[in-house]
């Protein structure tokens, strides 16, 4: 095959949904691809297609002795994570966007990116690529169609989506699919826009290169699109992790936790028990999204949309979290890592001494003591679901999985203790309105600076996010046996700014406390703020770190409270028009206990 060929057909598809096949012509009418191709998500087709983008250069190979099946995608260095300032919500109203989303009105954003597209695939390849977000069939599952001129998102999707023929029959003769049309065009941030059109139930993608931007099942469909449909038919798109630990005993309980994006959340997923707590096990269902929807028994239960892991490569390690290290050994996709010598993948916090030369995420020759980071602070891989050695048996259950407790997490240096479970239902809600977190080089912008992330989806409600809370308020009526909720903070730090709490393998010593709390097993100390762990509740034997230091861990200083409540002033102010009843009254509530 020559490098400017790629194979019309690729594996047999069978396409009887007229609905679908209308649009894929209108669609093709529009950007005038040179080649259509149906995409059927098998291994014959993933080999034809990985050798089409090396021959292209869109992939190299890496050392395949090493790393059998692994490649690395170099991106334009102007697109390197989502962008946020060009993220659009299209709702026939703004309010309905919400003070917190960009918007733009449908008719616009239409006409807007549809004169890009004009003619965007001459001279390439159209890709449809049909696919199921959660396990084909399941009722907690979605369908959606992605049509592409980037042969990286075709290989990114078959990892991170169930994706080719099974999603078709599942779909039928309906027309109830997520319609997503994505363009690189000339990956030019003058023309770059992610628009989403909720109520039409279709995102719009031009103009990059970068996952978060374009694999347009994951941020796009399972979350801000997920959101919407949410509220519209009563469940939960959430972006949550979703483990669940097993007891010795063999009893599993299900968790859903929410981080902003690099906050330790894939990390949290695929924890590995320290030794003091040899006999269980943390098994990951999802490691960063879960859908989740009312059982016949009254609990909420939980899948994750997602069949793969799109994660941040700098910082992993086998010490940070072997799980994803052995989950990248084959298979994978790396992009904006750092290139060894010998063809393999190198990123700042690996494990092992820094190499003394490397080539860096551009291309560049890279030396060690140089001042420029060797791999991109947002590098990415991407590993089939399947390579992880602590899968849970029940990630591709169509059923799901019973939640029991829901954790919010964010990375703040003060305030924020260590462990604290709410109140009830609403003030675990107001806990996750209000949570800020110190932002990551996973978004354009600053990085260090604390904002209030509530949920950790203020980048990825696709609606107002006052009447999103309410949807979350509303929900409790629904659940007979809700969750707990509880809120976190690994990152709390001392005077030095050194981390009180050693983290990784060792944020099991919380969960368990976090688990007995949800069945009840054990109490807790009632503060101004929450119920913390009473004295000798936090299984702290056989920990190398100072009694003092995990004290100041979860201490509660009211002083840092008092200035923490004004600046949440800032969201009720926003989301004043539509911020509830029940969470101002949670912030009312919250002033007398402080003083």
Known sequence: MSATEVPTTVGKMTVTNQHLLDWVAETAKRTQPDKIVWCDGSDVEREVLTQYAVETGVLIPLNQEKRPGCYLHRSNPNDVARVEHLTFICTPTKEEAGPTNNWMAPADGYAKLGAMFEGSMKGRTMYVIPYSMGPVGSPLAKIGVEITDSVYVVLNMRIMTRMGQAALTTLGASNDFNRGLHSTLDVNPDRRFICHFPQDNTIWSVGSGYGGNVLLGKKCLALRIGSYLGKSEGWLAEHMLILGVESPEGETTYVAAAFPSACGKTNFAMMIPPKRFDGWKVWTVGDDIAWMRVGPDGRLWAINPEAGYFGVAPGTSMKSNPNAMLSIRENTLFTNVALTPDGDVWWEGMDGDVPEE??????????????????????????????????????????????????????????????????????????????????????????????????????????????????WLAMQSHIKNPPKIFQVNWFRQDTNGKFLWPGFGENMRVLKWVIDRAHGRVGAQETPLGWVPKAGHLDLSGLDVAHERVDAANAINLDEWRREFELQQELYDKLDATMPEALKLQRALLQTRIG
């Open 358 to 471: 490397l080539t860096d995420w551009q291309g560049r020759p890279w030396k060690k003591g140089s001042s420029e980071k060797a791999a991109h602070p947002n590098a990415r891989f991407t590993a089939p679901m399947a390579n992880n050695p602590a899968l849970s048996k029940a990630a591709n259950d169509p059923s799901g999985v019973p939640i029991s407790a829901i954790v919010f997490g964010g990375r703040r240096a003060t305030t924020v203790p260590l462990v604290m479970q709410s109140f009830n239902w609403t003030h675990g809600v107001y806990l996750g309105a209000t949570m800020g977190s110190e932002t990551t080089a996973a978004a354009t912008g600053a990085v260090g600076v604390v904002r209030r992330d509530p949920m950790a989806m203020l980048p990825f409600c696709g609606y107002d996010m006052g009447q999103y809370f309410n949807h």
